[in-house]
């Protein structure tokens, strides 16, 4: 039965690792009608679970029709496809691009899932704009496969780098083997950037939101052998490590083969394009926007976190919401015991992650504060330039969500251009600007969900008392959180 209302949705290969977390995660999102495909017989007609076999897709009935489909089937791994490369690449081109081209031609919207082994591995962060050079029959494969997708109208392609399951492949049977009290080798010369299950399923529902099309990529934020994940991995466990022995990939020769990729998503910041014409500099990719083209933001923005700073000094943790390229996150980082930055943008928080100053200090991690609660309790959270981006039906959800997330004492400091200061606004901050408000405003909002608010003036980079209706920007302050809060509450 179809769900009325809600877009038709087919994970091809619901069944595997990458598949399965998906269909989980659309599952939750609830915004779609998800169907599954499997290659067992026995598996389908039992729920939302259909029979396909890639190497005769014709027969695959597509006559009731799905608004996306996302294909995530396939023979993986590089020695599958070099044991039977005929077969693989019945399964991983033919199949899949007769499949794409039916579903494109039934009006569907397609995605498909690649991989860094379309590159050859002698370097790290390989981009979208670098040839494929592929070194395995896997990755030719790969190549082929994108060549063919390219062509069709309307379709997304994601590269990905390895994706590990600590239950299945490579983890599960090192677990085997070395409680089997045998040792295990593991590459020293072999890089990874690993990704897990999750992760993808969580870019895979931003591309689909999207309808994204184009050529796509997502690297796990590391770069490690695999000699030294599997000695993280087991840390904890010295009666195992012993076991756990260097070994030289002879794909490699004498050389180092690396897995990583330059993750390039679409993203949510209007103005992500221009910023990456400025190039990624050491303040920050939209810091260094701002120093390139309007110097004087710099010094608006680090008085801004200034005074969230001090406003929240001797608190035991916090969390940012919104944190972009945290250029002036270190300034409150000085002032709290620990300090958790997310933004719901993947683009900025992997960026973050593998290059930002101080990320072995500063936790960062993708969350999207309207669709929930963060983990953990923090004592202090702040967010600048962020809820007048959030349109009006979803910001009592946002606030109630931080306020989950903090304390019953806990503080928050909002930040947010005033209604006043768009008349002089450029034209994409206009676009983006949903939802600003007059000081008083604010505050009567946010004395919604607190009990004390305290509302601050800012000119430039001064903040002040003054006059609300003649500032700029705006500062509110809430302290207590009001018992009972709940979104019938508001």
């Known amino acids: 039965m179809r769900s009325p209302g809600k877009p038709r949705l087919l994970v091809v290969g619901a069944d595997g690792l990458i598949g399965s977390a998906l269909e989980r995660r659309l599952c939750e999102a609830g915004r779609f009608e998800v169907w599954g495909t499997t290659r067992t017989r026995e598996s389908a007609g039992s729920g939302n679970r259909l029979y396909l076999d890639l190497r005769a897709p014709e027969d695959f009935d597509l006559s009731t029709g799905f608004d996306i489909a996302v294909i995530c089937a396939g023979v993986g791994g590089e020695a599958a496809c070099a044991a039977d490369p005929d077969g693989s690449r019945q399964v991983n081109v033919t199949g899949q691009v007769r499949l794409a081209d039916r579903l494109v031609a039934s009006g569907s919207h397609v995605l498909a899932l690649s991989s860094n082994a379309v590159f050859d591995g002698s370097r790290e962060l390989f981009s979208t704009a670098d040839p494929p050079a592929p070194r395995t029959e896997y990755g030719r494969q790969k190549r082929d496969l994108e060549v063919a997708l390219q062509a069709l109208p309307g379709v997304g392609i994601l590269r990905l780098t390895k994706v590990l ?281 946010m004395l919604k969900f607190f009990s004390n608010v305290f509302l601050f003036s800012m000119n430039d980079e001064v903040v002040h008392t003054g006059y609300a209706p003649m500032a700029h920007y705006l500062f509110a302050i809430g302290c207590g959180k009001r018992p009972g809060l709940s979104a019938a509450g508001v």
């Not at 490690?224 to 260097?246: C, E, G, K, N, Q």
């Not at 669709?371 to 702040?382: I, K, M, N, Q, T």
């Open 165 to 445: 399951d600590v239950s299945t492949g490579l983890p599960a049977r090192w677990d085997r083997e070395l409680e089997a009290g045998n040792a295990v080798e593991a590459f020293d010369n072999h890089f990874i950037s690993p990704l897990a299950p999750e992760e993808v399923a969580s870019v895979l529902l931003g591309l689909i939101d999207r309808r994204a099309t184009g050529l796509f990529q997502f690297s796990g934020a590391e770069s490690l052998s695999f000699h030294a994940y599997a000695l993280r991995r087991y840390a904890d466990r010295p009666d195992l490590l012993a076991r756990i022995r260097p070994a030289r990939d002879p794909a490699a020769g004498d050389g180092v083969l690396y897995n990583s990729l330059r993750t390039e998503l679409p993203t949510e910041e209007g103005q992500y394009e221009d910023l990456k014409g400025v190039g990624a500099q050491a303040l920050g990719l939209m810091t260094g926007y701002a120093y390139a083209t309007n110097p004087k933001r710099l010094a608006f923005t680090l008085s801004r976190y200034k005074f969230v700073a001090k406003m929240l000094t001797g608190k035991t943790s916090v969390l940012e919401i919104g944190c972009a390229d945290a250029f002036g996150t270190p300034l409150v980082l000085q002032e709290v015991g620990a300090l958790t930055a997310a933004d719901f943008d993947w683009m900025f928080v992997r960026e973050a992650q593998v290059s930002h100053p101080f990320r072995d200090r500063i936790t960062f991690l993708r969350h999207d504060m309207v669709e929930g609660p963060l983990e953990g309790v923090f004592d202090g959270a702040f967010c600048l330039d962020v809820l007048e981006h959030i349109a009006p039906e979803a910001e009592s959800r946002f606030v109630l969500n931080v306020c989950e997330s903090l304390t019953d004492d806990g503080v928050f400091v909002v930040g947010i251009p005033s209604l006043e200061s768009q008349v002089y606004a450029s034209e994409i901050s206009k676009a983006g600007h949903v939802n600003c408000k007059t000081g008083e405003d604010l505050r009567a909002f």
